[in-house]
């Protein structure tokens, strides 16, 4: 039989079975964004850190918005066609409402990716710098050729690589991080850790395979080959003649490293029973020659009249929990920061493997450009300590080694006591934001000496090169810093891992764009196969539009709300 109120609504609420599902659905909806904004609030307003103000470009958000209440209207428009039973406007109107969605994921699309490519580092003195790393790249050879970031007469940057301490002049443009020259070459960014092995060891009982892999990968390009540095004997159990298991001079690979962790793992049980029927003899013998108020005594007090039986050591097997490779000539290896702990002579990783070699200081560095320097944790933390906050600011390591950035720290201070004088007119004052943060804009407006940013600049981000990337060069303006790697506390790109702000940021927002692709899927199924239903009860199809455009209504209200308490506040 058939089920009713599918199509007709019931007469005593009005409703069909579709609209209060969707209701009952959206309820659901709410609770949950509703717990996601309550996180943010109270992560914001119990934050130990500066939280991060206007953040995100608001063009692309503002855009997103117009896109979004456009698209609401448009799918209203669509029902109602089909309400009055004209198949084309409601096409029509459909098909803008998904170029409208589209559009929203496009702009959404272009915001993530300015904040993945986008670096920050915060120092072991809590400065904060945010821009571009440079780019060095790795030839066939292991030579490593960097971004060097000259200057002309007219004050445009200028692309050129170092190698070997001469400088030339770049394939493409760098432009600070966004692209460079390379053919084949291996690129990479200066946030990463670069060592110079010439020794590999493998922990055969915890070695992760992609780690390894990664190692391998890394000296095929380079022509290099990782060999065993001498054989490696054993055998899984003493009933078994021990034999070679891999000869000095074999390649590395994850076959042979399996077949080597799986002897050792079955030798180190069998020493590990032989150890255990040892012990259980000896303690069987110990306790029937004990008096019974010996026997109640604990075992840590008599273990030390214990006497193992030394027949059992025939049947224990060596083996040994790592092995040894060695590369010729070395390998440059470069290495995430987060997944390795370097030191001068050796870097370890998470699973044991370590190597063996010298760390490149130089390339290890982080080398970017910077367009926003922020000394609001200092300040922070000075104030907490009862330090005069711009004394502190003045002994960071970014203040004593980076002569550009004092200049610039002069100006900005020069600026905030003029703003100082205008806000204390209107009993007023500079926010801390204001007060120790130089963001890219103002770093601009300082190198051209006028206003020349204003809110619509950087449509997703700091400008590195506008206009003529050959000639209009506003990256000029942003100080070159290099920070040594024992000097980084944390870095990041802009993602969940850099701090809560853009860890629920990301959170919410690739939610919401989850269900903006689910309104996609099912309005444009609607437009590309309702057709057959629009032919047999049209008034079923309406139905299902304005449940999906009641679902579309909610998307738009979510967006409503994290506009403002992401991009404006």
């Avoid at 590395?252 to 150890?275: E, Y």
């Avoid at 070699?357 to 000394?375: N, Y």
């Avoid at 024992?486 to 701090?499: A, D, G, H, I, Y």
């Amino acid at each position: 039989m058939d089920i009713p109120y599918t199509v007709t609504a019931r007469k005593d609420t009005g409703l069909y079975n579709a609209k209060v599902g969707i209701w009952l659905f959206l309820a659901s909806e709410v609770m949950l964004f509703g717990g996601l904004f309550s996180g943010y609030v109270f992560l914001r307003v119990y934050a130990d850190f500066p939280w991060p103000e206007r953040a995100l470009p608001v063009v692309p958000g503002l855009i997103n918005t117009f896109i979004l209440i456009a698209s609401s209207v448009t799918v209203v428009f669509a029902w109602a066609a089909l309400k009055m039973r004209k198949w084309r406007q409601f096409q029509v109107y459909m098909v803008i409402t998904l170029i409208c969605a589209a559009l929203f994921m496009v702009l959404k699309a272009v915001e993530y990716n300015a904040k993945w490519t986008h670096q920050a580092v915060r120092m072991n003195d809590f400065t904060v710098l945010e821009g571009h790393a440079h780019k060095f790249t790795i030839d066939d050879s292991g030579k490593i050729k960097h971004y060097h970031p000259g200057g002309h007469d007219d004050g445009h940057a200028s692309n050129q690589f170092e190698e070997n301490g001469m400088f030339l002049v770049a394939d493409k443009e760098d432009d600070h991080g966004k692209s460079s020259g390379g053919g084949s070459k291996t690129e990479h960014y200066f946030n990463q850790v670069v060592f110079e092995a010439d020794k590999i060891t493998v922990d055969l009982e915890r070695f992760y395979a992609p780690i390894i892999s990664d190692l391998m990968e890394q000296a095929q390009k380079q022509g290099r080959e990782i060999r065993l540095s001498k054989s490696v004997a054993g055998r899984p159990d003493a009933q078994v003649a021990e034999t070679i298991l891999a000869e000095e001079g074999d390649l590395l690979s994850l076959g042979l490293l399996k077949k080597l962790q799986g002897i050792h793992l079955d030798a180190k049980a069998n020493n590990a029973s032989v150890r255990t029927k040892q012990n259980r003899e000896a303690w069987a013998k110990l306790r029937g020659g004990l008096s019974r108020k010996e026997r109640n005594e604990p075992s840590y007090k008599i273990k030390d009249r214990l006497e193992l039986d030394p027949k059992f050591d025939e049947f224990l097997v060596e083996t040994s929990s790592s092995v040894t490779f060695t590369i010729e000539p070395k390998v440059t290896f470069v290495l995430k920061p987060q997944k390795v702990k370097e030191g001068p002579t050796s870097a370890s990783f998470k699973d044991g493997t370590l190597l063996g070699g010298k760390l490149d200081e130089k390339h290890s560095q982080i080398e970017m450009a910077a367009d926003a320097i922020d000394f609001r944790f200092v300040a922070q933390r000075a104030e907490e300590k009862g330090i005069d906050p711009e004394l502190a600011i003045q002994n960071t390591w970014l203040m004593k080694n980076n002569e550009t950035v004092r200049e610039l720290w002069e100006v900005h201070n020069k600026h905030i006591a003029e703003l100082e004088e205008k806000l204390a007119k209107k009993g007023k004052e500079p926010t801390d934001t204001e007060r120790y943060r130089m963001g890219w804009q103002e770093l601009v407006n300082i190198g051209e000496g006028k206003e020349v940013m204003d809110a619509f600049s950087g449509f997703a981000g700091p400008v590195h090169a506008i206009g003529e990337a050959k000639k209009s060069h506003y990256s000029r303006h942003f100080p070159e810093v290099v920070v040594p790697r024992e000097e980084v506390n944390l870095e990041s790109k802009f993602t969940p891992r850099w701090n809560n702000y853009y860890a629920i940021y990301f959170l919410i927002t690739a939610l919401h764009g989850l269900h903006v692709i689910g309104g996609i899927i099912v309005l444009g199924y609607f437009l590309f196969f309702g057709k057959k239903m629009y032919l047999n009860n049209p008034e079923r199809l309406a139905n299902r539009v304005e449940v999906c455009g009641l679902f579309w209504h909610f998307v738009d209200l979510v967006w409503i709300f994290l506009f403002p308490i992401l991009y404006l506040m």
